[in-house]
């Protein structure tokens, strides 16, 4: 965990107009910056960042959100990393590891720039060789796209890299799994004679290479070995290249090698990134529906393809959302994507993709293909090979549907089935009250408006009539929160950005976000917004005056009002007339 007070101080330090200009090349607007939404595809300019509130806002798409948010959506990075990266672009180490964290940096830092040195000298050594430029030609690649990929060669010699490193002894060559120490002590070069795919991180630091033989020699591909800065597990290939088109395709899709992705750029599909090492992990997965809605899965028509597909299918059901489409696409006629958009080309690799199965199809399939459904003991084998995914499946409401799929050729009904997987029924989803910790979301007007006036300038919260605001609905619970917040940390006043990083996680994060979304929209200027929030405020006392006075009324209408209660009677029905 991270404590809360240091992603205020962050959030407090850091600009955001300076980190969304890192990725999006802003103009200034008025008190505002403006830029093509990063997020979806248009024309004329609709995603706007407001320095005062250090809050972005897109008219287009509705994306919105903070630094962190911003980061988290761009990069699809989690929150904990997006702080980190955020924290580490001021230099401020993150206190829930300080002393290994800062530590780690600090090796890191010669390792990157040892990256660098070793890319920039592949790159320029496939420059030289006519014989690694020709196989890249027989490829169907061009120049531009190498350039893009960053693609290099490594010689064949056994210490081409001593050209690049005085200190070609020093351990940091070896750390970076640029060199390999044999057991005599000798030292060489890990990659020799190969095409190299330089691995970038999301900033685009090199931080590992892919390299692959030319002719037939084994490996076919080598890769970096794990390495304080490489991570085979968490990174994908080719994201920092694939990113905008990604976004605005709202897709991504996933293949195998490097030589598929770079392939369908060549052809003009660049929203294509590859995953690292044999299959998809759980923050692949993570990742990749983060950067879209629908993450496509293409996998070759053989062995290893086949298991690879099963195996990013059972990782995938842990962490699927509804609204969410996770899919799987063999390719037609054994050939992988790059050899099949080399001979197709684009149109005709997209037209696959449009038949890609469903994540719920797919995994129904599988079963299928498993069990003979047509006795007893198959259609058992069916449900016990059923169970250990159906108990994987995290989207509740798809869970629903691929169980029922189930049940139909199990010859189950669906509680039966869920009863022999020992799911719990979701039925009661329906009918029954929201799960516990979620507040009911009755709209309730003023509530509503209040905490949308305060949103736009939390400093109101100060002037709010706390004790007469209603907390049974979502809207005054949070508005209560809000002002308590603010009251208790000053920092939050005029930050948008930082009170909804303040209710991350929390009870209040939805409803404060799906106003946040709307406050830019229906903005009306500052002085029209100061008089909906003071009539609001004052229409709070008229109701609860009003409450009071009935009260009074009904217990005097019994005969029960003493002298005293009487006076304050007459009192509040002038303060009405007045
Ligand atoms: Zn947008």
Redesign the pocket.
């Known amino acids: 965990m991270i404590p809360e007070s240091f992603i205020q101080e962050l959030l407090a330090r850091i600009d955001i107009v300076d980190v969304v200009e890192r990725y999006v090349q802003l103009k200034k607007a008025g008190a505002n910056y403006q830029a093509c939404?990063p997020?979806?595809s248009?024309k004329s300019p609709?995603?706007t960042v407001s320095p005062s509130k250090q809050f972005y806002h897109?008219f287009?798409?509705?994306?919105h959100g903070s630094a962190i948010s911003f980061v988290m959506q761009y990069a699809g990075l989690g929150f904990i990393e997006a702080v980190e990266d955020l924290a580490n672009s001021l230099g401020m180490p993150v206190p829930r590891e300080v002393g290994a964290h800062s530590q780690q940096k600090a090796r890191q830092a010669p390792l990157t720039e040892r990256m660098a040195q070793a890319a920039r000298f592949y790159k320029d050594q496939l420059k030289a060789s006519p014989v690694a430029i020709e196989y890249l030609k027989g490829r169907g690649l061009t120049g531009e796209i190498a350039a893009r990929y960053g693609l290099g060669y490594a010689p064949d010699e056994w210490q081409g890299l001593q050209r690049v490193f005085d200190d070609y002894t020093s351990p940091a060559l070896a750390e970076c799994g640029l060199v390999i120490d044999n057991e005599q002590g000798r030292r060489y070069d890990r990659f020799r004679d190969r095409i190299m795919f330089p691995i970038q991180d999301q900033r685009g630091s090199v931080i590992g290479f892919g390299g692959r033989v030319l002719g037939a020699g084994e490996p076919k591909y080598l890769n970096s070995p794990e390495t304080p800065l490489f991570h085979k597990g968490e990174e994908l290939y080719g994201l920092p290249q694939a990113r905008k088109e990604i976004q605005q395709q709202n897709m991504v899709l996933v293949v195998e090698g490097y030589m598929d992705v770079v392939g369908l750029a060549q052809s003009g599909v660049e929203n294509v990134v590859a995953t690292l090492g044999t299959a998809a992990t759980g923050i692949n997965i993570q990742r990749l529906i983060r950067l879209a809605d629908r993450v496509v899965f293409c996998f070759d028509r053989d062995a290893a393809g086949e298991r690879a597909a099963k195996r990013a299918m059972e990782v995938s059901l842990e962490y699927l959302v509804d609204g969410k489409s996770i899919e799987f696409l063999y390719m037609d006629g054994n050939q992988d994507p790059d050899e099949f958009v080399r001979e197709h080309g684009k149109e005709a690799f997209l037209r696959q993709t449009l038949n890609a199965a469903r994540l719920s199809d797919f995994l129904v399939r599988k079963l299928m293909q498993e069990s003979n459904t047509h006795t007893a003991e198959g259609r058992a084998r069916l449900v016990s090979e059923a169970k250990p995914l159906l108990q994987k499946i995290s989207a509740p409401v798809l869970r629903v549907q691929i169980t029922k799929e189930v049940a139909k050729y199990a010859q189950l009904s669906q509680a039966e089935l869920e009863a022999q997987c020992g799911l719990k029924s979701l039925a009661w989803n329906r009918n029954a009250p929201p799960p516990q910790g979620r507040l009911r979301p009755a709209p309730n007007a003023l509530e509503r408006t209040l905490l949308m006036t305060v949103l736009r300038r939390p400093e109101r919260a100060a002037r709010l009539p706390l004790d007469l605001i209603a907390q049974d609905n979502a809207e005054g619970a949070a508005l209560v929160a809000v002002a308590d917040a603010i009251e208790h940390a000053a920092l939050l006043s005029g930050n948008l950005g930082l009170l909804i990083e303040y209710f991350r996680g929390s009870a209040h994060e939805e409803i404060i976000a799906t106003i946040s979304g709307r406050i830019e929209e229906d903005a009306g200027d500052e002085g029209e917004q100061e008089r909906v929030f003071i009539d609001t405020v004052e229409r709070l006392h008229e109701q609860a005056l009003h409450r009071q006075i009935e009260e009074m009324n009904a217990k005097a209408r019994a005969g029960a009002l003493s002298t005293e209660e009487r006076q304050t009677l007459a009192r509040l029905l002038s303060r009405k007339r007045a």
Request: proline content about 0%; some cysteine.
């Open positions: 939404c997020f979806h248009e609709s995603f897109c287009g798409c509705g994306a």
